[in-house]
């Protein structure tokens, strides 16, 4: 499969998840439930990686990348918080609207920090999901 292929399935998860986290956050603390999900996706994780990787093949990685992963991991749990409590109090679709602008800050922090270069593709597309963001969290009446 390709990374296009990953990437969708990735968005149809992240939707499914929307849908299913905003009916699991109904009756408890936002915070709890984000503690109890997090659980699940570290069991599965971890017996994906028991199942597909050589027993011999796992090792501790460098120092350089556990620190990025790390801070990733705590970048992606601040997110999830932040996340779960956004669905407690508002709408799922625009939640998920708001929550994609993540992409545009994506671009932004791999043009700064990275160096990655930024085409006119970028400007417009990044352009494109602020302006679809507003409009579906747009509150008419």
Request: proline content about 1%; overall charge positive.
């Amino acid at each position: 499969m390709t990374w296009v292929t990953w990437a969708i399935l990735s968005a149809l998860f992240a939707g499914i998840t929307a849908v299913l986290a905003k009916v699991g956050v109904e009756n408890v603390n936002s915070s709890l439930a984000t503690a109890i999900r997090t659980t699940v996706v570290l069991a599965i994780t971890w017996a994906i990686v028991f199942v597909s990787v050589p027993a011999g093949a796992i090792s501790l990685p460098g120092r350089r990348t556990l620190v990025f992963l790390g801070l990733s991991g705590l970048a992606t749990g601040l997110s999830w918080l932040c996340y779960f409590r956004a669905l407690q109090m508002g709408e799922v679709s625009r939640v998920a609207a708001v929550d994609k602008l993540s992409v545009v800050f994506a671009i932004l922090l791999a043009a700064i920090f990275l160096r990655e270069r930024l085409g006119w593709q970028h400007v417009v597309g990044g352009t494109l999901i602020v302006a679809g963001s507003l409009v579906l969290t747009w509150k008419s009446g």
